[in-house]
Protein backbone atom coordinates (compact mmCIF):
# COMPACT_ATOMS: atom_id res chain seq x y z
CA UNK A 1 0.00 0.00 0.00
CA UNK A 2 1.31 3.42 -1.35
CA UNK A 3 2.71 5.91 1.61
CA UNK A 4 0.22 7.96 3.75
CA UNK A 5 1.27 11.59 4.77
CA UNK A 6 0.01 14.63 6.49
CA UNK A 7 3.29 17.19 5.66
CA UNK A 8 2.92 20.90 7.10
CA UNK A 9 4.29 23.88 5.09
CA UNK A 10 4.86 26.41 7.61
CA UNK A 11 5.72 29.58 4.93
CA UNK A 12 7.35 32.18 6.65
CA UNK A 13 5.54 32.13 9.40
CA UNK A 14 7.13 31.87 12.91
CA UNK A 15 10.02 32.67 14.84
CA UNK A 16 12.56 30.18 16.27
CA UNK A 17 11.44 29.79 20.08
CA UNK A 18 7.62 29.59 18.31
CA UNK A 19 8.36 27.16 15.78
CA UNK A 20 10.41 25.28 18.50
CA UNK A 21 7.51 25.58 20.78
CA UNK A 22 4.78 24.01 17.97
CA UNK A 23 6.87 21.48 16.96
CA UNK A 24 6.93 20.43 20.06
CA UNK A 25 3.33 20.19 20.90
CA UNK A 26 3.25 18.66 17.84
CA UNK A 27 5.75 15.34 18.54
CA UNK A 28 3.68 14.62 21.63
CA UNK A 29 0.68 14.50 19.91
CA UNK A 30 1.99 12.80 17.45
CA UNK A 31 3.66 10.04 19.89
CA UNK A 32 0.16 9.84 21.70
CA UNK A 33 -2.09 9.92 19.39
CA UNK A 34 -1.01 8.46 15.95
CA UNK A 35 -2.07 4.51 15.63
CA UNK A 36 -2.23 4.49 12.07
CA UNK A 37 0.85 4.17 9.66
CA UNK A 38 0.37 7.69 8.54
CA UNK A 39 3.89 9.38 8.40
CA UNK A 40 3.37 13.11 9.43
CA UNK A 41 6.06 15.76 8.21
CA UNK A 42 6.95 19.28 9.04
CA UNK A 43 8.60 21.82 6.59
CA UNK A 44 9.96 24.81 8.30
CA UNK A 45 11.77 27.74 7.90
CA UNK A 46 15.87 26.78 7.09
CA UNK A 47 16.60 28.37 10.63
CA UNK A 48 13.91 25.90 12.41
CA UNK A 49 15.55 22.74 10.47
CA UNK A 50 18.57 21.64 12.75
CA UNK A 51 16.62 22.18 15.83
CA UNK A 52 13.10 20.59 14.92
CA UNK A 53 15.27 17.37 13.47
CA UNK A 54 16.81 17.00 16.96
CA UNK A 55 13.27 17.66 18.64
CA UNK A 56 12.05 15.09 16.49
CA UNK A 57 14.57 12.54 16.23
CA UNK A 58 13.00 9.61 18.82
CA UNK A 59 9.90 9.69 16.63
CA UNK A 60 9.62 7.09 13.87
CA UNK A 61 6.41 8.58 12.73
CA UNK A 62 7.54 12.68 12.15
CA UNK A 63 10.27 13.67 9.71
CA UNK A 64 11.37 17.62 8.99
CA UNK A 65 11.41 19.13 5.49
CA UNK A 66 12.43 22.11 4.13
CA UNK A 67 9.84 24.31 2.01
CA UNK A 68 12.54 25.05 -1.01
CA UNK A 69 16.60 24.83 -2.29
CA UNK A 70 18.54 25.91 -4.80
CA UNK A 71 19.40 23.98 -8.09
CA UNK A 72 23.11 24.64 -7.98
CA UNK A 73 25.13 22.58 -5.94
CA UNK A 74 26.86 25.33 -4.01
CA UNK A 75 28.61 28.81 -5.17
CA UNK A 76 27.90 32.26 -5.36
CA UNK A 77 24.18 32.26 -5.18
CA UNK A 78 24.18 34.80 -1.97
CA UNK A 79 21.69 34.24 0.73
CA UNK A 80 20.55 30.95 -1.29
CA UNK A 81 20.73 27.42 0.97
CA UNK A 82 21.51 24.08 -0.99
CA UNK A 83 19.92 20.66 -0.90
CA UNK A 84 23.11 19.39 0.28
CA UNK A 85 23.11 21.64 3.90
CA UNK A 86 19.41 21.09 4.00
CA UNK A 87 20.40 17.44 4.19
CA UNK A 88 23.23 17.98 6.26
CA UNK A 89 21.49 19.04 9.60
CA UNK A 90 18.97 16.00 9.11
CA UNK A 91 16.16 17.18 6.98
CA UNK A 92 14.62 14.27 4.80
CA UNK A 93 12.18 16.08 2.56
CA UNK A 94 12.28 19.38 0.70
CA UNK A 95 8.50 20.89 -1.15
CA UNK A 96 9.16 22.42 -4.33
CA UNK A 97 7.16 24.30 -6.78
CA UNK A 98 4.82 25.58 -4.38
CA UNK A 99 2.68 27.69 -6.09
CA UNK A 100 3.83 30.98 -3.82
CA UNK A 101 7.68 29.78 -5.74
CA UNK A 102 6.24 29.80 -8.80
CA UNK A 103 3.99 32.98 -8.42
CA UNK A 104 6.35 35.56 -6.61
CA UNK A 105 10.17 34.04 -7.56
CA UNK A 106 9.53 32.95 -10.86
CA UNK A 107 9.89 29.49 -10.28
CA UNK A 108 9.42 27.51 -13.90
CA UNK A 109 9.14 23.49 -14.26
CA UNK A 110 12.11 23.76 -16.34
CA UNK A 111 13.96 25.41 -13.03
CA UNK A 112 11.93 22.81 -11.14
CA UNK A 113 13.42 20.02 -13.02
CA UNK A 114 16.73 20.90 -12.12
CA UNK A 115 15.76 21.29 -8.39
CA UNK A 116 14.03 18.01 -8.13
CA UNK A 117 17.42 16.66 -9.78
CA UNK A 118 19.92 18.20 -6.81
CA UNK A 119 17.26 17.53 -3.90
CA UNK A 120 17.54 13.42 -4.91
CA UNK A 121 20.93 13.59 -5.22
CA UNK A 122 21.98 14.32 -2.12
CA UNK A 123 18.80 12.23 -0.60
CA UNK A 124 16.07 14.68 -0.03
CA UNK A 125 12.77 13.66 -1.31
CA UNK A 126 11.20 16.33 -3.03
CA UNK A 127 7.25 16.97 -2.14
CA UNK A 128 6.65 18.39 -6.07
CA UNK A 129 3.16 20.33 -5.91
CA UNK A 130 1.45 20.92 -9.02
CA UNK A 131 -2.25 22.64 -9.68
CA UNK A 132 -3.91 25.38 -12.11
CA UNK A 133 -4.76 28.71 -10.95
CA UNK A 134 -8.62 29.88 -11.15
CA UNK A 135 -8.06 31.72 -14.38
CA UNK A 136 -6.82 28.04 -16.07
CA UNK A 137 -9.61 26.35 -14.57
CA UNK A 138 -11.99 28.91 -15.77
CA UNK A 139 -10.52 28.53 -19.14
CA UNK A 140 -10.85 25.03 -18.59
CA UNK A 141 -7.43 24.12 -19.41
CA UNK A 142 -6.55 22.88 -15.97
CA UNK A 143 -5.44 19.43 -16.87
CA UNK A 144 -3.02 20.83 -19.76
CA UNK A 145 -1.26 23.06 -17.08
CA UNK A 146 -0.84 19.98 -14.79
CA UNK A 147 -0.01 17.78 -17.78
CA UNK A 148 2.60 20.45 -18.72
CA UNK A 149 3.77 20.47 -14.88
CA UNK A 150 4.25 16.77 -14.73
CA UNK A 151 6.21 16.79 -17.76
CA UNK A 152 8.32 19.53 -17.89
CA UNK A 153 9.34 19.24 -14.01
CA UNK A 154 9.47 15.47 -12.91
CA UNK A 155 8.91 13.18 -16.16
CA UNK A 156 12.76 13.96 -17.24
CA UNK A 157 13.02 11.00 -14.37
CA UNK A 158 13.89 7.35 -14.75
CA UNK A 159 11.35 5.06 -12.94
CA UNK A 160 13.72 4.21 -9.60
CA UNK A 161 14.33 8.50 -9.16
CA UNK A 162 10.94 8.84 -10.01
CA UNK A 163 9.88 6.49 -7.17
CA UNK A 164 10.69 8.24 -4.62
CA UNK A 165 8.53 11.27 -5.19
CA UNK A 166 5.82 12.26 -3.26
CA UNK A 167 3.76 14.43 -5.43
CA UNK A 168 1.36 17.51 -3.68
CA UNK A 169 -1.71 18.57 -6.02
CA UNK A 170 -2.86 22.13 -5.06
CA UNK A 171 -5.39 24.12 -7.16
CA UNK A 172 -3.94 27.61 -6.56
CA UNK A 173 -7.07 29.08 -5.94
CA UNK A 174 -7.63 27.24 -2.97
CA UNK A 175 -4.64 27.61 -1.28
CA UNK A 176 -4.91 29.92 1.49
CA UNK A 177 -8.27 31.11 0.29
CA UNK A 178 -10.52 28.97 2.37
CA UNK A 179 -12.26 27.59 -0.74
CA UNK A 180 -11.63 23.82 -0.52
CA UNK A 181 -11.82 22.00 -3.65
CA UNK A 182 -14.95 19.79 -3.61
CA UNK A 183 -13.51 16.08 -3.10
CA UNK A 184 -14.92 14.91 -6.56
CA UNK A 185 -13.39 17.73 -8.02
CA UNK A 186 -10.12 16.62 -6.01
CA UNK A 187 -10.36 13.09 -6.94
CA UNK A 188 -10.86 13.94 -10.45
CA UNK A 189 -7.38 15.42 -11.00
CA UNK A 190 -5.30 13.37 -8.58
CA UNK A 191 -6.67 10.08 -10.68
CA UNK A 192 -5.87 12.00 -13.69
CA UNK A 193 -2.25 12.76 -12.42
CA UNK A 194 -1.86 8.62 -11.63
CA UNK A 195 -3.25 7.74 -15.14
CA UNK A 196 -0.77 10.59 -16.86
CA UNK A 197 1.90 8.43 -13.84
CA UNK A 198 0.78 5.35 -15.18
CA UNK A 199 1.10 6.08 -18.71
CA UNK A 200 4.77 7.16 -18.23
CA UNK A 201 6.63 4.97 -16.09
CA UNK A 202 3.39 1.69 -15.85
CA UNK A 203 0.79 0.98 -13.33
CA UNK A 204 2.69 -0.29 -11.01
CA UNK A 205 4.87 2.91 -9.91
CA UNK A 206 1.60 5.07 -10.33
CA UNK A 207 -0.02 2.51 -7.78
CA UNK A 208 2.88 3.47 -5.17
CA UNK A 209 2.81 7.38 -5.69
CA UNK A 210 1.87 9.02 -3.05
CA UNK A 211 -0.42 12.09 -3.90
CA UNK A 212 -1.17 14.81 -1.54
CA UNK A 213 -4.12 17.06 -1.44
CA UNK A 214 -3.55 20.58 -0.81
CA UNK A 215 -5.52 23.57 -0.56
CA UNK A 216 -7.67 25.06 2.69
CA UNK A 217 -7.37 21.62 4.43
CA UNK A 218 -8.66 21.75 7.83
CA UNK A 219 -9.72 19.05 10.81
CA UNK A 220 -13.72 19.21 9.23
CA UNK A 221 -13.04 18.44 5.21
CA UNK A 222 -9.87 16.34 5.71
CA UNK A 223 -11.52 12.90 6.09
CA UNK A 224 -13.84 13.79 2.99
CA UNK A 225 -11.32 14.46 1.16
CA UNK A 226 -8.33 11.93 2.77
CA UNK A 227 -11.77 9.27 1.86
CA UNK A 228 -10.75 9.50 -1.71
CA UNK A 229 -9.38 6.69 -3.52
CA UNK A 230 -6.68 8.65 -4.86
CA UNK A 231 -6.08 11.25 -2.20
CA UNK A 232 -3.14 9.95 0.02
CA UNK A 233 -2.92 12.84 2.59
CA UNK A 234 -2.68 16.56 2.46
CA UNK A 235 -0.19 19.72 2.42
CA UNK A 236 -0.97 21.41 4.72
CA UNK A 237 -0.45 25.34 5.17
CA UNK A 238 -2.86 27.59 7.72
CA UNK A 239 -3.63 24.62 9.63
CA UNK A 240 -0.11 23.07 10.36
CA UNK A 241 0.49 25.98 12.72
CA UNK A 242 -2.53 24.74 14.86
CA UNK A 243 -0.64 21.63 16.81
CA UNK A 244 -4.20 20.60 17.59
CA UNK A 245 -5.77 21.08 13.80
CA UNK A 246 -2.56 19.60 12.35
CA UNK A 247 -2.56 16.10 14.04
CA UNK A 248 -6.32 15.83 14.18
CA UNK A 249 -5.74 16.18 9.92
CA UNK A 250 -3.52 13.52 10.80
CA UNK A 251 -5.42 11.66 12.97
CA UNK A 252 -7.80 10.89 9.85
CA UNK A 253 -5.95 7.79 8.88
CA UNK A 254 -5.76 6.32 12.43
C1 LIG B 1 -0.05 25.32 1.21
O1 LIG B 1 0.58 26.33 1.48
O2 LIG B 1 0.55 24.38 0.64
C2 LIG B 1 -1.45 25.23 1.57
C3 LIG B 1 -2.14 24.20 1.18
O3 LIG B 1 -1.96 26.27 2.31
P1 LIG B 1 -3.41 26.32 3.03
O4 LIG B 1 -3.62 24.98 3.69
O5 LIG B 1 -3.32 27.44 4.01
O6 LIG B 1 -4.41 26.55 1.95
Not at 107 to 134: Q, S, Y
Not at 214 to 235: H, M, R, T, V, W
Request: charged share 20%; glycine share 10%.
Amino acid sequence: MRKKIVAGNWKMNLDYEEGLTLFSEVVNMVNDEITGQQHVIVCSPFIHLHSLVTLGKASTKLSVGAQNAHQAESGAYTGEISAKMIRSVGAEYVILGHSERRQYFGETNELLAKKVDIALKHALVPIFCIGETLQEREAEIHFDVIKRQLTAGIFHLDASEFAKLVIAYEPVWAIGTGVTASSAQAQEIHIFIRNEIAAKYGQSIADGTTILYGGSCNPKNAAELFGQADIDGGLIGGASLKSRDFVDIARVFN
